[in-house]
């Protein structure tokens, strides 16, 4: 089956030209969104399948419709693999992304009001961890630890006398904009001091986790870890979620019927294709690079008088207080790089005293850059970009300029499966 584009064009060429304008500015930019990469040319055939027609609620076996042999196959290869990558007793790969996966999670394991101990969301956490205009934050007590000034790392003494306070059901772990790794073993010692369980979101290093790059929270004896599939794991955009088999029962009745009725069998298929591909040596070697071209990238910011948040990284992204380092908000710095065809996000920064649409950080990580090929001299030269374009923000000739120079460089490195 092949996806005709050209019947697009002739039935809706509004969004035909939409499409085309998004994959053009993929091709001519450098993603540096941490959270952003580019998925296996596979996931595009599962995305696009047949698979996309079929309703699968309920599990392998347990369907409540009919027609599900093919639906039962590609589900029980998702979850084979992910077991099998992961390490993991049990895997859920139904969730439809990240918010309801980690969703799922708490219904399954806490009632309303119980307490839950996860990072603040301006310290690096997620939305999902509980931040007060959450859903969930209204539902569970959440009780946010921080990191330490003046380095920004996790003091874990500091944890442990919280979690000794609030006594926790569950002592959460994971992040979305800390540069460093974290301890598996000191977080799984808190959650036994309290008697809780111990939870990992790894949705953002889940690939790198894959890949033998980073520590795997499973291997630490943690009951449950969850992960999208997409960001440095490079598959459809979904979420897993993996646990001790004791759990498995209670995680799967909170993801369906709890949280969601059919999975996107799509979706599932390109999972267990991404899980395969993950599983390949050159995966090691690309999860082994992402993190080298961070720290070189982060290097050499440091070196052109960047203040990092952390003082630099251990895993795949990077925070730049922009206010410190270059007198604008991250808001500012986001549009300039834009315009100079490098795309990344404004980010708040610990205990930030400016608001989340105007914060004084901008985040940016290596994943989509190490897709595309590129290693240590490549981050060099995207370190100049950067503070060149930072440095004159309002300067639309020298933006435009550096977007020219970017243009060049990013024909050297074809998007695999976008090429033109």
Not at 81 to 103: C, I, T, Y
Not at 207 to 212: F, M, N, P, T
């Amino acid at each position: 089956m092949q996806i005709s584009f050209e019947l697009l064009h002739c039935s809706d060429p509004d969004v035909f030209d939409a499409v085309l304008g998004e994959e053009r500015r993929q091709r001519e930019g450098l993603e540096l969104i941490p959270s952003e990469n580019f998925a296996f040319p596979e996931v595009y055939a599962t995305n696009g399948s047949v698979f996309a027609n079929k309703y699968a609620e309920g599990y392998v076996g347990r369907r409540y419709y009919g027609g599900q042999q093919f639906t039962d196959r590609i589900e029980s290869l998702a979850i084979e693999r992910a077991k099998q990558l992961f390490r993991a007793e049990h895997a859920n790969v139904q969730p439809l992304s990240g918010s309801p996966m980690n969703q799922a999670v708490y219904m399954a394991c806490l009632a309303p009001g119980d307490t839950v101990l996860a990072m603040d969301l301006s310290h690096g956490g997620h939305l999902t961890h509980g931040a007060p205009v959450s859903c969930m934050g209204r539902i569970f007590n959440f009780v946010r630890y921080k990191t330490s000034p003046p380095d920004g790392h996790l003091d874990y003494d500091a944890i442990l006398a919280t979690a000794r306070e609030v006594r926790p059901k569950i002592v959460l772990c994971g992040h979305s904009s800390y540069p460093r790794e974290v301890d598996y073993s000191r977080f799984r010692a808190i959650a036994d001091d309290v008697g809780a369980l111990c939870m990992a979101d790894v949705s953002h290093v889940g690939g790198l986790i894959a890949g033998g790059a980073l520590a795997n929270p499973l291997d630490f004896g943690f009951d449950i870890v969850t992960t999208t599939t997409h960001k440095s794991l490079r598959g459809p955009r979904g979420g897993m979620i993996l646990c001790k088999s004791s759990l498995a029962q209670k995680v799967d009745a909170a993801v369906f019927p709890g949280m969601q009725g059919g999975p996107h069998m799509n979706a599932v298929a390109g999972i267990a294709v991404t899980l395969k591909l993950a599983a390949l040596p050159a995966f090691k070697t690309y999860a082994a690079q992402v993190v080298r071209n961070a720290r070189a990238l982060a290097d050499e910011l440091l070196q052109l008088g960047c203040t990092l948040v952390t003082g630099g990284t251990e895993n795949h992204l990077i925070v730049i207080d922009t206010v410190r380092s270059f007198d604008i908000d991250g808001r500012i710095a986001e549009t300039a790089l834009d315009l100079a065809g490098l795309t990344v996000n404004k980010q708040v920064i610990p205990d930030d005293p400016r608001p989340p649409v105007k914060p004084s950080g901008i985040r940016l990580g290596t994943p989509a850059l190490t897709t595309r090929g590129m290693r240590e001299p490549e981050m060099k030269q995207v370190a100049a970009w950067l503070v060149q374009a930072l440095r004159a923000p309002t300067h639309e000739p020298k933006l435009r300029n550096i977007h020219d120079q970017v243009r060049a460089l990013c024909k050297e490195f074809p998007i695999p499966g976008l090429e033109p």
